[in-house]
């Protein structure tokens, strides 16, 4: 971790878009903290803000790319093959599944806001064989709320950048999850309209 943080001191830009874009196809890098210390060189004064937000978002949305790519070019064998080379637990590949079957699409919107979860998401979209344009707007729109949250988080926690966890998931998750529900009913509502028109 110390390395981490250090080689993105040193090489700023490249080492965060490297960073986010293996850590999104499932290596185990802390992503919150490489965008929450992103924010905190904002907040020194040693990177610029719109350009942390740019790479980060690049970063991702590179990774999350791979993972759809993998997902359609191999399908179901990849994750298990994916699974045990990687050191995702089974549990964690069982809830994405579950999450993405009964959110679809908007699964890619929030799941990166739900560690074990985002990493998987892509690949079962690209399993799924979801067209890629209807990936991109729901995964890339998810990915850049993801990363402008984080980045700006470390940036107005300043020297306290390394509770980003604490706050994140005990302000971002509660209201993803309030996101969830209110897209489900809207969802429920939606498809009860239809059949009775």
């Not at 759809?68 to 069982?94: C, E």
């Not at 209807?134 to 993801?146: I, P, R, V």
């Not at 984080?150 to 966890?165: A, D, N, P, Q």
Request: glycine letters at 10%.
């Amino acid at each position: 971790m110390q390395s981490l943080l250090l080689g993105i001191t040193k090489y700023s830009y490249f080492e965060i878009f490297i960073a986010l874009g293996l850590g999104i196809l499932g290596l185990p890098i802390p992503d919150e903290t490489v965008m929450a210390y992103a924010g905190f060189l904002v907040f020194q004064g040693k990177m610029n803000y719109l350009y942390t937000i740019m790479v980060a978002f690049m970063g991702t949305s590179c990774g999350i790319t791979i993972g759809y790519g993998l997902g359609r070019t191999f399908g179901n064998p990849f994750i298990k093959r994916y699974a045990s080379k990687m050191h995702v637990n089974p549990d964690d590949i069982q809830d994405a599944e579950n999450f993405y079957n009964r959110y679809g699409k908007f699964a890619l919107l929030i799941a990166y806001f739900i560690p074990g979860v985002r990493h998987l998401t892509a690949i079962f979209a690209g399993t799924s064989l979801m067209p890629y344009r209807t990936f991109a707007l729901f995964a890339y729109t998810g990915g850049f709320l993801w990363t402008i949250t984080l980045v700006s988080l470390g940036y107005f926690l300043g020297e306290k950048w390394h509770h980003v966890y604490t706050y994140s998931h005990r302000f971002i998750i509660p209201l993803v999850l309030l996101s969830i529900i209110v897209l489900s009913i809207g969802i429920y509502w939606k498809t009860v309209k239809v059949k009775k028109e």
